[in-house]
């Protein structure tokens, strides 16, 4: 059984910094691709960051320039620093990743979620 845990979110000001994390743990045997959507209040889901296995990145307008994705290969994580937060990025922020484990194919698996409210 795979599963991811997320961490780092909270409550900060307009113009702060958090940063998330995302541990992959259970019977993996390799990961593609990892990242993070975001979902606010009345709006769909959408993507904020990847970063695939080759360290390649890819962001959204709305976020490119402040926040940046990384990833850890050895203790299968991602993070996500967040930079000069706006208001319009509150929401539940969800770490996903692209990868097979044993006894199963290749598939999407998500994370719990985390709230991120920037607020004054």
Same mark, same amino acid.
């Not at 904020?48 to 050895?74: E, L, Q």
């Given at each position: =059984? @795979? ?9 900060? =000001? ?8 995302? $541990? ?11 990242? /993070? ?36 290969? $050895?203790?299968?994580? @991602?993070?996500? =620093? ?8 509150? $929401? ?13 194919? /290749?598939?999407?698996? /998500?994370? =719990?979620?985390?709230? @991120?409210? @920037?607020?004054?």
């Amino acid at each position: =059984q @795979v599963q991811l845990v997320e961490s780092g979110g909270g409550l900060v =000001q307009p113009g702060g910094s958090l940063r998330l994390s995302c $541990a992959a743990s259970g019977s993996i045997l390799s990961i593609n691709a990892m990242g /993070w959507y975001r979902q606010a209040p009345g709006r769909e889901r959408e993507l904020v960051a990847v970063v695939t296995s080759g360290g390649r990145t890819n962001y959204p307008d709305s976020v490119k320039g402040r926040f940046t994705i990384s990833r850890d290969n $050895a203790k299968n994580t @991602v993070y996500l =620093q967040m930079n000069s937060l706006k208001p319009e990025d509150t $929401a539940v922020y969800y770490c996903y990743s692209f990868m097979s484990a044993y006894g199963s194919t /290749w598939e999407t698996y /998500w994370g =719990q979620g985390t709230q @991120v409210t @920037v607020s004054s």
